[in-house]
T-cell receptor, first 114, second 112 residues
């Protein structure tokens, strides 16, 4: 139980385009999901907390207009990187807060902006 | 504010040797503590956690960690490592049911 999926697992996009990453809780409902960013050989940095039916809470320094988060249902949160630039290339990982208040992590999405 | 320090960025060991990955935290309130493992190009998998009760917690694959409140530590140990244990290990802390704060990670490199 408590499986979280992410789609796509890898994506390559051209500079200036937008890309959407989906995070789904497959066997439980999650009112809260989290989006992290991980640079090579570094730790996870929390980008934002996504709450179903309300606006996401962004961490300091994260541009909310660039990283659009939508949590329209109890099993799906999406992260859209708008007007992507090469410096946005990273590994994006989501997690969902489960019934025991434990975070369950998705497998991650590798974004490469050319 | 809470923070996590993993002193070792990389720990090389030989197969079947014991290993300890160090983790220290700082927080002004009671915390929950976690160890996660990350294999290359994958997400994080929970290895073990301390929420309350016994200060010694164990995972199903032989790892254990002990919560030491006086030393604000939650070191991860395994008496005998396998090649397959090679991965990045992250210590994390949360204050109640709130966001996780991660350490910088420790790369465990197990060689034959």
């Amino acid at each position: 139980g408590a499986v979280v999926s992410q789609h796509p697992s890898r994506v390559i996009c051209k500079s200036g385009t937008s890309v959407k990453i989906e995070c789904r809780s497959l066997d439980f409902q999650a009112t809260t999901m989290f989006w992290y960013r991980q640079f090579p050989k570094q730790s996870l940095m929390l980008m934002a907390t996504s709450n179903e039916g309300s606006k996401a809470t962004y961490e300091q320094g994260v541009e909310k207009d660039k990283f659009l988060i939508n949590h329209a249902s109890l099993t799906l949160s999406t992260l859209t990187v708008t007007s992507a630039h090469p410096e946005d290339s990273s590994f994006y990982i989501c997690s969902a807060l489960g019934p025991s208040y434990e975070q369950y992590f998705g497998p991650g999405t590798r974004l490469t902006v050319t | 504010a809470q923070s996590v320090t993993q002193l070792d960025s990389q720990v090389p060991v030989f197969e079947e040797a014991p290993v300890e990955l160090r983790c220290n935290y700082s927080s002004s309130v009671s915390v929950y503590l976690f160890w996660y493992v990350q294999y290359p190009n994958q997400g994080l998998q929970l290895l073990l956690k301390y929420l309350s009760g016994s200060t010694l917690v164990e995972s199903i694959n032989g790892f254990e960690a002990e919560f030491n409140k006086s030393q604000t530590s939650f070191h991860l140990r395994k008496p005998s490592v396998h090649i397959s244990d090679t991965a990045e290990y992250f210590c994390a802390v949360s204050e109640g049911y709130s966001t996780l704060t991660f350490g910088k990670g420790t790369m465990l490199l197990v060689s034959p």
